[in-house]
């Protein structure tokens, strides 16, 4: 919601300063996200003539202007405007000058093979409504040489606030005014509206054929309007707030939009045909809408029509055909209350966001509908003249009462605060409540703008927000004499680490459907009756997932589909392999496609970044570390389920009794039954099958050793069987030293060219951390050799040369 500070002094009548009112809107509610304030941001631009424009010889829509900017020697500017001409005054940005509707700093530039001095500037690139094409056109008395915006009197701030969806009195201006003289910032103008007599009956019937989707219609015609542009004062304030002006009878429905969080339409009586009738669209029906797109309506979205067809979309948008132009004489204004919900789904299903929807579809003041009718008949007359018929008003035009029966204590329960009962009653009546009776329990009715109050807590939110929640006292919580117990449980704890794992990896978050197909569920080995949905919202999601993958591995191919082939998606949560409460385990899991490799991460030893099984795997471990998994304790064991690839996954263990996950290269069957491409590469870790770590502290304490001496890596690579596994070889060369050699990693292995039939090549680095002196060559060739005899015994393979 955004509105100037001089549109806010309209009504309210206060000398704080822009700080004083920012500072005090932020503690009641009402946060301020910006303050733009135009003459600060476009103090550098100035007021300048150009003296002549000649054609630039190496451009045919560039021309070279020699620019009087209020000093001894003129400027030469190159400018691309069509209406760049001698004789024009414009605004001038010169050098170092920041763009704001451009976002980039102008400097002394060469266009063409001619020197160019500053610019000519539109009022798009100033970050003002465009009204011409070109560079701005100002008077012929603009004076030289001065500041832009102090002669345009551009120095009124515009605030924009953050509105809660509760709060649908704040989308006009008057109640933002309202809150802020309750909260002693000045005296709110509220002047009464008179009601403007009618000279004749309005010959334009209405009915409303379905009262819940309009509660209430209000309707007069006025003749002998003459439209046109609106007035100075109004054309400000809108484009203060971004709008552009159109003419006088548009520019009162947005002003009133934004004044009073009153939306009404108006129609050209002269393109409306007979009657009006409120009712449910029929399928097929189409508007041509005044923002130019064409909608194809149904049943479930309610318009106002005439015998011609449809001519608006309730409360979201009129219509092309029976909207006022410059040549409109007679005119229907319109102010309705309309269904929130009906609204907000329509607006939704169309796609349209208009000013009208975000009011209505938050629920306007029942009891403005008429009054907002009369205002917007004044302003009418007051600029464009004209003669107005009687009101016809169909259905209710007022809300219903809410009368509170109000604790007073309540407030000092709920809140902390002690706020006497006097200062309630002050801050409740400046907010337009009525309070009543001595207490203890006092009657408050509620106005009919508040639709968002309904019982004493909202009450007592009313008078706390006020009244001031800086007031509320520090409590420190009780701690007793015991230790405070940690906040968090253990998975919790596990659930939050595992995430920051994958994300460090660059695997982004997804979040996805915890119910999958029917076939993706017995795929997955789930499918039981019992995990069925009994009333799905979709045919598609009729079962409980039993693993994430399904719909990770859907939104990869989603991805693909739609030209982003390379992803990595990971999700933390929860899979269903039954009905019982122990069936429900959290889980951590990913999917990489494509190039989406951890290659950047580490030493990737197939040489490629696509991703493959080892990524998958480096996956899987690194949420088990972060998880807090016994990590010498864990096995890993070839092969997985049956829709992971044979011979390219592996199984994750602490015994075959505690399987902790799995990874791998996703089976061609599976990926061909779930309807996606391959190669996809994927893990799973259960989080609640991890061993809690010991809570009782062992007898021997836990030393950390930190070596003050530089790590040593050596590689190498043996040929060993082709039934030989790289775990075999990582065993044998950490039990030469388990104290010296910190670390085995495998980083290659190859089959082909150069290795005979039924053999490959393992390689490895191995790390050594010595802990007393640095080692020496012989020491280290010593170390070598160990490794090498051991290795070779325990798996029979030799040394590659």
């Not at 946060?31 to 000649?54: N, Q």
């Not at 008057?174 to 000045?186: E, S, V």
């Not at 907000?344 to 938050?362: C, H, P, V």
């Not at 069957?669 to 809690?692: H, K, Q």
């Amino acid at each position: 919601m955004k509105f100037s500070l001089s549109w806010l002094k309209d009504h309210l009548d206060t000398d704080a300063t822009l700080d004083q009112l920012s500072e005090k809107l932020t503690m009641i509610g009402l946060e301020v996200e910006h303050i733009e304030d135009k003459a600060k941001l476009l103090a550098p631009f100035t007021i300048a003539e150009i003296v002549e424009a000649v054609q630039h010889p190496n451009a045919d829509r560039l021309r070279i202007c020699t620019v009087n900017a209020g000093e001894a020697q003129p400027l030469q500017i190159v400018c691309g405007a069509p209406n760049a001409r001698a004789g024009l005054k414009t605004v001038l940005a010169r050098p170092g000058t920041y763009i704001p509707g451009k976002d980039f700093t102008i400097g002394l530039g060469n266009i063409r093979g001619v020197e160019s001095q500053g610019m000519l500037c539109s009022a798009g690139e100033l970050g003002l409504p465009d009204a011409i094409d070109g560079i701005i056109e100002l008077p012929a008395d603009a004076p030289v040489g001065a500041v832009y915006p102090d002669w345009a009197k551009l120095g009124d701030p515009v605030i924009e606030i953050n509105l809660t969806p509760n709060r649908q009195d704040c989308t006009g201006v008057a109640g933002i005014a309202r809150d802020l003289a309750a909260a002693d910032m000045g005296t709110f103008k509220n002047p009464g509206i008179k009601p403007i007599k009618g000279e004749f009956p309005c010959p334009v019937k209405v009915t409303v054929e379905d009262a819940k989707l309009c509660p209430g219609f209000a309707l007069r015609l006025v003749r002998g309007v003459k439209n046109g542009p609106s007035p100075e004062w109004l054309q400000k304030k809108l484009t203060s707030i971004g709008l552009r002006p159109i003419n006088a009878l548009v520019d009162i429905t947005n002003y009133l939009t934004f004044d009073r969080a009153r939306p009404l339409h108006v129609f050209d009586a002269a393109k409306v045909k007979g009657d009006l009738v409120v009712r449910r669209a029929r399928d097929g029906e189409t508007l041509l809408a005044l923002d130019g797109k064409t909608y194809k309506l149904d049943d479930k979205i309610c318009v106002i029509a005439d015998e011609h067809g449809v001519e608006s979309l309730a409360g979201i948008m009129g219509g092309e055909a029976s909207g006022c132009s410059d040549d409109t004489t007679d005119v229907l204004i319109e102010s309705a209350l309309w269904n929130e919900i009906n609204i907000a789904q329509t607006g939704r299903k169309l796609g349209i966001n208009s000013d009208a929807r975000y009011r209505f579809e938050r629920g306007v003041d029942p009891a403005f509908m008429v009054p907002g009718l009369e205002l917007a008949t004044k302003l009418v007359l007051e600029m464009c003249g004209g003669t107005p018929s009687e009101n016809v008003v169909v259905g209710k035009s007022f809300g219903d009462d809410r009368v509170i029966d109000f604790p007073v204590t309540e407030v000092k329960r709920l809140s902390g605060i002690e706020v006497p009962q006097t200062e309630m009653k002050r801050i409740l009546t400046h907010l337009g409540f009525m309070m009543a009776g001595p207490g203890p329990v006092v009657k408050v009715a509620v106005p009919s703008w508040r639709s968002d109050v309904h019982g004493k807590a909202d009450i007592v939110e009313e008078i706390v927000r006020i009244f001031g929640v800086d007031k509320v006292p520090m409590t420190p919580f009780e701690r007793g004499d015991d230790a405070r117990k940690p906040v968090l449980t253990p998975l919790q704890l596990r659930i939050r680490r595992a995430r920051r794992a994958l994300a460090s990896r660059g695997i982004i978050e997804a979040v996805t459907w915890s119910f999958i197909t029917k076939s993706a569920a017995e795929l997955f080995g789930g499918g039981q009756r019992e995990l069925e949905v009994a009333n799905p919202i979709a045919a598609d999601l009729s079962d409980m997932r039993p693993t994430l993958l399904a719909g990770l591995i859907a939104a990869a191919q989603a991805n693909a589909n739609r030209g982003v082939s390379d992803v990595a998606l990971f999700e933390v949560g929860q899979v269903f392999r039954g009905d019982r409460p122990q069936d429900q385990l959290m889980a951590a899991s990913g999917v990489r496609r494509g190039f989406a490799s951890s290659e950047g991460l580490g030493r990737h030893w197939t040489g490629s970044a696509q991703a493959d099984v080892f990524d998958a795997k480096a996956d899987a471990l690194a949420v088990l570390a972060a998880a807090g998994a016994p990590m010498q304790a864990l096995q890993i064991v070839a092969g997985g389920p049956k829709w992971l690839h044979p011979g390219r996954s592996g199984t994750i263990q602490i015994g075959p009794q505690n399987v902790l996950g799995y990874f791998g290269e996703v089976h061609p069957r599976a990926l061909e039954a779930l309807g996606a491409d391959g190669p996809l590469v994927v893990f799973e870790v259960i989080l609640d099958r991890i061993p809690e770590a010991k809570k009782k502290p062992t007898r021997a304490k836990p030393v950390i050793e930190l070596s003050s001496f530089q790590p040593v890596s050596r590689d190498f690579a043996f040929i060993v069987d082709r039934s030989v596994k790289a775990a075999d070889i990582v065993r044998a060369a950490q039990g030469v030293d388990k104290k010296l050699i910190t670390s085995v990693n495998v980083f290659d292995v190859y089959e082909g060219k150069g290795i005979d039939d039924g053999k490959k090549s393992i390689a490895v680095a191995v790390t050594l951390q010595p802990r007393e002196k640095t080692l020496t060559d012989q020491e280290i060739e010593a170390v070598a050799a160990k490794i090498v005899a051991e290795v070779t015994k325990k798996t029979g393979g030799t040394l590659r040369g």
